[in-house]
Structures are given as C-alpha cells and as structure tokens.
C-alpha cells in the first residue's frame, strides 16, 4: 500500500500542497479538477492523510478543504483509494 501524509502545516500555499501529492502519487493531473479523475485510476491500494489542524491560513485552509472533498469523492468510486482528513 502506497501512503502519503500531507501535513498542511509545511506548505504556504495550494499549488505546493497539489505538485506535492502530484510528486508522490505519480499522477499526470494538470489542476486539482483532473484531481478526481487521476485519483479513480489508481489501480494500487492508496491511503492519503491529509492533515489540516495547524493550517492557519484561510485561503490555503479552503483549498485543502477543496482538495479532500475531491479526494472523498473519488474514494467512493475506487476500491483502491482510502482518504483521511485531520481537522
């Protein structure tokens, strides 16, 4: 099983939380709304944490918000992709 952590914390912006899970999950995806498509064509078990308790940022806080209700999605379509969310 392939697991990635985000922890939100570390970045100071969404683009840099996006080419992070685009680095570690190999994916092709251009923008966070190729995101859900990329995401359903995992064919390996995948588990991302995404980790948003120390993000003080509001608009960084809202994109990573926007990213996990993707990420949701696209786990209820895969048998492959588990997502947990750290508020």
Known sequence: MQEVYVN???FDKAE????????????EAGDVGG?????TELSDDTKITIDMSQVADDDLLD???HMVEVMEEAAGESDYLEVVCIE
Do not use: P, Q, T
């Open 35 to 39: 995101l859900y498509d990329a995401l």
């Open 63 to 65: 994109a990573m918000e």
């Open 16 to 27: 840099d939380v996006w080419e992070y899970l685009k680095e570690e999950l190999g994916l």
């Open 8 to 10: 939100g914390e570390e």
